[in-house]
Every structure is written in structure tokens, then in C-alpha cells.
């Protein structure tokens, strides 16, 4: 993602940009993007995309265009096209430095050579169908864990399967396998009131999750080095590091 609680964290950090108007060499592609939006051209909106195109878990990624056009009416509804038509491409879009430049308080976010990096609005026909995605999920997964609000991650490393969902009032769960297990068996282990800690403004952040001396530290690497995994888990005890290793994490 291009993720939600990235996204939020930027939002958050970005209330107090001085606002400025954005460059000319911008305003042409958001001019042509929001042409393109109007015209209802989906093929010409498809040319803006960066692909794969991220959507809130538990939805799949929009992987190329011919998939784009299909769901594009999923995405882009008619809420979405207005508040793009509306915009005024000096005004309403924002260069925000290396993130690159966003409408309004972050809705979308086009990179500087003009491509759209992430869409962070959901309608409600994607809405509807995040919910029937997560029952499905459910049904699938031992009933230790079938219970939650919303499903986060799925992290992989060399040795666990690793599954993080949100339970509500900031409350998270960790819950791992042998790699070599199905989620729809018994976790080997299971550990509720995790808490999510932001890492500064790039997006990175981590879950850490205590049972007894034993820290197990969940790290999203959003913003990283060419050679950065896109996540690590690290197990502690008592303080001291036993377990480092570089995680995937699983594409929805």
C-alpha cells in the first residue's frame, strides 16, 4: 500500500504545509489527468497508473491496465471523479517533497514524472466488497483467530507464517505458524494488545506484541534503502535480540 495507515500518519504530519502553488511542469499531467477523469476516458486515466495499484486489504491489487478497466468503476465512482474534476490542478494538488503530490489532504497521490502512486478513497461498492472478502477469510481460518475488525498483514520469513489483524481500540494480534502450516490450523502461538508505533514521517512503523520476558517486533519498511526487505520481525528476551530475520509480506 501505498497503506491507510501510512497515508494517515503523512495526513497527520502534513496539516501544517505552507500551501504554494504547484509548479507548471505539474499542472500539465494533473491538467490531462483530470481531463482524462472528466472525459470518463478510462483507457486515458489507465496511462496515469502506476501498476500494480494498491487497494485496502484484504482487496487485490489492480495488477495492469486491462484489469484497471474492468474495476475501474469499483474505484473511480462518481464521488471520486467529482472531487477530481472539481480540483483546481494550481490550487488543490500539493508538491509534498520526495512523496510527491497529492490532492486535497491526500485522496491520491500522483510521483513527480506524473503517475499515480496510490488512490486512498474507497467506494462503496469497494467497501462492500472488502467486508465480503474479510467474512470469507474468516471461514477459512482456525476459530483461535476468526474474530477481529479488520485484517492488517501477513508477514513471511524463513521460518513463521506470521498474521496481524486489528481487534478494535487499538488493540493488535499476533498470531504465527511453522511456514510450512496453513492458517487454518491451530497458530503455535498467539498474543493479543499488541500496540502499532509509528517510525517518523516516512510511513515506516512497527507492532510490538509482549508475552512474559519474550518482545516480538512486527517492522513495516515503507520508506528503505534499495536493499531493504518490506518488513522484519525481531524477537527479544528480557532485552536482548535472540531473532532477526527479513519478512515479505504476502500480496493480497
Same mark, same amino acid.
Given at each position: 500500500?501505498?497503506?491507510?495507515?501510512?497515508?494517515?500518519?503523512?495526513?497527520?504530519?502534513?496539516?501544517?504545509?505552507?500551501s504554494q502553488d504547484l509548479k507548471p511542469e505539474y499542472q500539465k499531467f494533473v491538467k490531462s489527468f483530470i481531463a482524462n477523469v472528466k472525459s470518463n476516458n478510462k483507457a486515458g486515466v489507465a496511462f496515469f497508473i502506476s501498476f500494480p495499484l494498491s487497494r485496502e486489504y484484504p482487496i487485490p491489487a489492480v495488477k495492469n491496465k486491462a484489469e484497471f478497466?474492468?474495476?475501474?468503476?469499483?474505484?473511480?465512482?462518481?464521488?471520486?471523479?467529482?472531487?477530481?474534476?472539481?480540483?483546481?490542478?494550481?490550487?488543490?494538488?500539493?508538491?509534498?517533497?520526495?512523496?510527491?503530490?497529492?490532492?486535497?489532504?491526500?485522496?491520491?497521490?500522483?510521483?513527480?514524472?506524473?503517475?499515480?502512486?496510490?488512490?486512498?478513497?474507497?467506494?462503496?461498492?469497494?467497501?462492500?466488497?472488502?467486508?465480503?472478502?474479510?467474512?470469507?477469510?474468516?471461514?477459512?481460518?482456525?476459530? /483461535?483467530?476468526?474474530? @477481529? !475488525? +479488520?485484517?492488517? =498483514?501477513?508477514? #513471511?520469513?524463513?521460518?513463521?507464517?506470521?498474521?496481524?489483524? *486489528?481487534?478494535?481500540?487499538?488493540?493488535?494480534?499476533?498470531?504465527?505458524?511453522?511456514?510450512?502450516?496453513?492458517?487454518?490450523?491451530?497458530?503455535?502461538?498467539?498474543?493479543?494488545?499488541?500496540?502499532?508505533?509509528?517510525?517518523?514521517?516516512?510511513?515506516? /512503523?512497527?507492532?510490538? @506484541? !509482549? +508475552?512474559?520476558? =519474550?518482545?516480538? #517486533?512486527?517492522?513495516?519498511?515503507?520508506?528503505?534503502?534499495? *536493499?531493504?526487505?518490506?518488513?522484519?520481525?525481531?524477537?527479544?528476551?528480557?532485552?536482548?535480540?535472540?531473532?532477526?530475520?527479513?519478512?515479505?509480506?504476502?500480496?493480497?
Amino acid at each position: 500500500m501505498k497503506k491507510l495507515i501510512y497515508i494517515a500518519l503523512l495526513i497527520f504530519s502534513l496539516q501544517n504545509a505552507v500551501s504554494q502553488d504547484l509548479k507548471p511542469e505539474y499542472q500539465k499531467f494533473v491538467k490531462s489527468f483530470i481531463a482524462n477523469v472528466k472525459s470518463n476516458n478510462k483507457a486515458g486515466v489507465a496511462f496515469f497508473i502506476s501498476f500494480p495499484l494498491s487497494r485496502e486489504y484484504p482487496i487485490p491489487a489492480v495488477k495492469n491496465k486491462a484489469e484497471f478497466l474492468k474495476r475501474y468503476d469499483q474505484i473511480f465512482d462518481a464521488a471520486l471523479k467529482a472531487e477530481i474534476v472539481k480540483s483546481n490542478p494550481a490550487k488543490d494538488w500539493s508538491e509534498v517533497g520526495w512523496r510527491g503530490i497529492m490532492l486535497n489532504q491526500g485522496t491520491l497521490w500522483i510521483d513527480t514524472d506524473g503517475k499515480i502512486i496510490s488512490i486512498n478513497y474507497q467506494s462503496k461498492a469497494e467497501n462492500a466488497l472488502k467486508n465480503k472478502l474479510i467474512s470469507g477469510e474468516k471461514t477459512k481460518l482456525h476459530s /483461535s483467530i476468526a474474530t @477481529f !475488525k +479488520k485484517p492488517l =498483514y501477513i508477514l #513471511e520469513t524463513s521460518k513463521f507464517r506470521i498474521r496481524i489483524d *486489528d481487534l478494535g481500540n487499538e488493540n493488535y494480534r499476533y498470531a504465527s505458524w511453522s511456514i510450512k502450516k496453513s492458517m487454518s490450523e491451530e497458530p503455535d502461538l498467539i498474543i493479543s494488545n499488541g500496540k502499532w508505533i509509528a517510525d517518523g514521517s516516512g510511513g515506516n /512503523s512497527k507492532f510490538n @506484541f !509482549k +508475552k512474559g520476558a =519474550y518482545l516480538y #517486533e512486527c517492522y513495516i519498511i515503507v520508506l528503505g534503502t534499495s *536493499d531493504s526487505p518490506p518488513a522484519s520481525l525481531t524477537i527479544y528476551q528480557n532485552g536482548e535480540e535472540i531473532l532477526s530475520q527479513d519478512a515479505i509480506i504476502v500480496p493480497r
